[in-house]
């Protein structure tokens, strides 16, 4: 809008305990749905519908996790920072995250952050399920270290290669569930429970009878042909915690694309989803077995070379 700019810096004018503002952000008009959907839970998941002024409380040192990425959650795509409070703390030299490190930085020093969801800026991307992957697996392994929590370890003790079969099994399950896709003409509710049993029936075959994870039309085949050049083929297995992952995501999903009456014009968008879907589930499993890894001093070449693809490019 042509106050964008205005509003925010308005809201700051009469209170100096205010240190920054950040905006609603806008999908744009040609996102796909898996940038619509993760936009719209993003903002579900803080609980942002309203304009709010975040003001730290008493020990915000010790809130859960997700409440203090909600009060610090500073957007460097469209934010305004105080400008002595930005010449005093400024930005940390990060890979990833430097914002929501900013902001956790403010809160802890007693300033307010206001996020306004009156005020938007329109932006989005319709990334590669590849790239998602990667910037999970980078989320992953930082998140836990600036938010002071303990990610839950599936792997402990397991090689790379491990859990880089226990990945590519349900990479495999997944891609047997989307071959029955032969229409998308029903309701949404139908579709996504079709594909839920589809899935749920997969996840219960033997993962020997699911195969490799063969070709299934590139969407990430690339990085994990690359993997297994890395760490060699893995024991192939269904792990219950990357199924529950991915199982919470879809229906996070779900939630979101019942606002549709159908995806007859969407398949392909929806497929794709699926993909980018299992990639942030692939990516987190990875990113936290580099963490618990590290913290118990078993990081070895093979898990130095998966860092090194997996972090490229974020």
């Given at each position: 809008?042509d106050?964008?700019?205005?509003e925010?810096?308005?809201?700051?004018?009469?209170?100096?305990?205010?240190?920054?503002?950040?905006?609603?952000?806008?999908?744009?008009?040609d996102?796909?749905l898996?940038?619509?959907?993760?936009?719209?839970?993003?903002?579900r998941?803080?609980?942002f519908?309203r304009?709010v002024?975040?003001?730290?409380?008493p020990?915000?040192?010790?809130?859960?996790?997700?409440?203090?990425?909600?009060?610090?959650?500073?957007?460097?795509i469209?934010?305004?920072?105080r400008?002595s409070?930005?010449?005093?703390?400024?930005?940390?030299q990060?890979?990833?995250?430097?914002d929501?490190?900013?902001?956790?930085?403010?809160m802890?020093?007693?300033?307010?952050?206001?996020?306004?969801?009156?005020?938007g800026?329109?932006?989005s991307?319709n990334?590669?399920?590849?790239?998602?992957?990667?910037?999970?697996y980078?989320?992953?392994?930082?998140?836990?270290?600036?938010l002071?929590?303990e990610?839950?370890c599936?792997?402990?003790g397991?090689?790379?290669?491990?859990v880089?079969g226990?990945?590519?099994?349900?990479?495999?399950?997944?891609?047997?569930?989307?071959?029955?896709l032969?229409?998308?003409?029903?309701?949404?509710?139908?579709?996504?429970?079709?594909?839920?049993s589809?899935l749920?029936?997969?996840?219960?075959?033997?993962?020997?009878?699911?195969?490799?994870?063969?070709?299934a039309?590139?969407?990430?085949d690339?990085v994990?042909?690359r993997?297994?050049?890395?760490?060699?083929?893995?024991?192939?297995?269904?792990?219950?915690?990357?199924?529950?992952?991915?199982?919470?995501?879809?229906d996070?999903?779900?939630?979101?694309?019942?606002n549709y009456?159908?995806?007859?014009?969407?398949?392909?968008?929806?497929?794709?989803?699926?993909?980018?879907?299992?990639a942030?589930?692939?990516?987190?499993?990875?990113g936290s077995?580099?963490?618990?890894?590290?913290?118990?001093g078993?990081?070895?070449?093979?898990?130095?070379?998966?860092d090194?693809?997996?972090?490229?490019?974020?």
């Open positions: 809008g106050r964008w700019l205005y925010m810096v308005r809201v700051m004018e009469n209170d100096s305990g205010i240190a920054a503002t950040t905006c609603r952000q806008v999908p744009r008009s996102a796909d898996f940038a619509c959907s993760s936009s719209w839970h993003h903002y998941l803080l609980g519908a304009d002024v975040c003001s730290p409380p020990e915000f040192h010790k809130l859960p996790p997700l409440e203090k990425r909600r009060l610090s959650g500073l957007n460097n469209c934010c305004v920072v400008r409070v930005l010449d005093d703390l400024k930005f940390k990060m890979s990833y995250a430097e929501l490190d900013l902001g956790l930085r403010l802890e020093r007693g300033f307010k952050i206001v996020f306004l969801q009156s005020v800026v329109v932006h991307h990334r590669a399920a590849t790239y998602v992957m990667k910037r999970s980078v989320e992953a392994k930082l998140l836990p270290r600036i002071s929590y990610p839950m599936y792997s402990k397991q090689p790379v290669r491990d880089f226990n990945v590519v099994t349900l990479y495999a399950a997944l891609n047997a569930a989307v071959q029955s032969t229409s998308y003409s029903e309701s949404v509710d139908k579709l996504c429970s079709r594909m839920k589809s749920s029936e997969n996840f219960s075959i033997e993962p020997a009878a699911l195969g490799g994870f063969g070709k039309g590139g969407h990430l690339g994990f042909e993997i297994r050049g890395l760490v060699g083929e893995g024991r192939l297995a269904l792990s219950a915690y990357l199924i529950q992952d991915y199982l919470g995501a879809f996070r999903f779900t939630l979101y694309v019942n009456t159908t995806l007859e014009d969407r398949g392909g968008e929806f497929v794709e989803a699926l993909y980018k879907l299992f942030t589930s692939a990516g987190a499993a990875f077995h580099f963490l618990a890894a590290s913290k118990c078993e990081v070895d070449e093979q898990l130095l070379a998966v090194a693809c997996l972090s490229e490019g974020i």
